[in-house]
DNA sequence: AAGTGGTCTAGACCACAAA
DNA sequence: TTGTGGTCTAGACCACTTT
């Protein structure tokens, strides 16, 4: 039995505050289940429907999934709905292609201070610098550089091959859950480094991608600038 | 006192679709106050709290908006909305910017296969074009070609200046409300047709945005081509 | 059969805005 | 003061999943 005392706001908010803080503490882990409607309800001394509350919210944050006759359960970051969700290169019909990879290097280097700032960490800090170059039916659609705080990620570099999609990685070896992700997108002339790792002629125009994603508890975890092909493929988003 | 006979599933879905095919229809028109919880909940005969989770999911779809102590609104396109909304550009520190027109010429002329394809017309079937440039401090940034069905929009070409943001128009003179926009984005070389219009050398990378704007009907209401100039801007995107 | 989330009701009280 | 949306409760019943 809990007590609500600190917060303010709403019932419904003060339980919602309170299991979300179960959430990024870890206590809440992902793919457990959460106590039920009633046992919530006992718990934070409110009614089902209150606690019911709380429990929508959550699932519209998209921190947990419900499901009729099983239960509630901390959400699970998939490959599948990793990939679907934050790589946003689709064929012209708009068929989602999942990409493979080609190569990957992993170091160890100081952070640059646009890479410090974003992280917020000190000026050449040490970062692991996730470098990859992906590509769909057997041609080069992109080079990705991710670069990760190495006190959030420890012992990064000594892992084997890194899985298609990092986030999962990121949750299940290190417990931090990207909950979203900011991108900023410009058309530049291919830079002559990432020209030579693609095997583009000089004057090939690409997308530059520069993503910040955020954790739950609203940091942000990874700072990636990626370099998209975009003759064959595009990148496509919804505003509503 | 309405009859719920038709549709099925759960009675506050009844109510939504209720009161989303009176908006539809216009009988509920932008800037209209709905009747209240009470009210709704005697016409469709069902209790205040079915009532109000039907007009918060109304409220959620973004198609009303509520405010304690006021009332229940049908939702209103304005500039400002539509502008930060739909007009992705930012500055380098994300700060909203808001670009003036710089030229604008209307014409109507066949659609082409592509622009007859997304807005769902027969080949060669006439629609209005509206070509604009926009900049911001007083630096060009891009040019816009809006493509339009004759039939849903009689007389726009005999308009005069039209304003800098073209859904709220679209609201208040046609009755149709955008409710959001698929756009494809791809970085390529300058068209020479648009290079001309913006004054830029030949080999200038620029993003290319296809937009399919979407209104509350499902049906795609413009068909757009863009070109943003990236050199000093960022298109902004927040996937969650 | 037991346990879970999903729906629905009836009623109470609070917070806010306008007359 | 009246009317609106916002919160909260207690209880009922249904639909689905698992044992």
């Known amino acids: ?35 039920s409607e009633f046992d919530l309800a006992a718990q934070y001394a409110v009614s089902q429907g209150t606690a019911r509350k709380a429990l929508s919210k959550l699932e519209l944050s998209g921190l947990v999934e419900r499901h009729q006759g ?16 934050f790589f946003r290169l689709r064929q012209s019909d708009g068929a989602q292609v999942i990409p493979q990879l ?82 900023q997108l410009r058309a530049v002339m291919v830079p002559e480094a990432v020209g030579g790792m693609l095997a583009l002629a000089d004057n090939t125009p690409v997308m530059e991608v520069e993503r910040r994603a955020i954790g739950i508890s609203g940091g942000v975890m990874e700072f990636r600038l990626s370099y998209y092909l975009t003759q064959n493929l595009h990148y496509a988003v919804s505003l509503r």
Chains 1, 2 share one sequence.
């Open 1 to 35: 039995m809990d007590d609500l005392s600190g917060p303010a706001g709403p019932l419904y908010q003060q339980v919602y505050d309170a299991v979300m803080a179960r959430i990024v503490s870890g206590e809440l882990a992902p793919g457990m289940m959460l106590p």
């Open 102 to 183: 080609v190569s990957e290097t992993v170091r160890k280097r100081p952070a640059n201070a646009r890479e410090a700032a974003a992280l917020g960490l000190a000026a050449r800090a040490s970062v692991f610098e996730v470098m990859r170059v992906r590509s769909i039916n057997d041609a080069v659609v992109c080079a990705e550089q991710s670069v990760l705080d190495v006190v959030k990620f420890p012992g990064l570099k000594d892992r084997g091959g890194l899985p298609n999609a990092l986030y999962p990685l990121y949750q299940r070896s290190y417990g931090i859950t990207i909950a979203r992700a900011d991108e």
């Open 70 to 85: 099983k239960g509630t359960f901390v959400a699970t970051t998939t490959d599948e709905t990793s990939l679907f969700h």
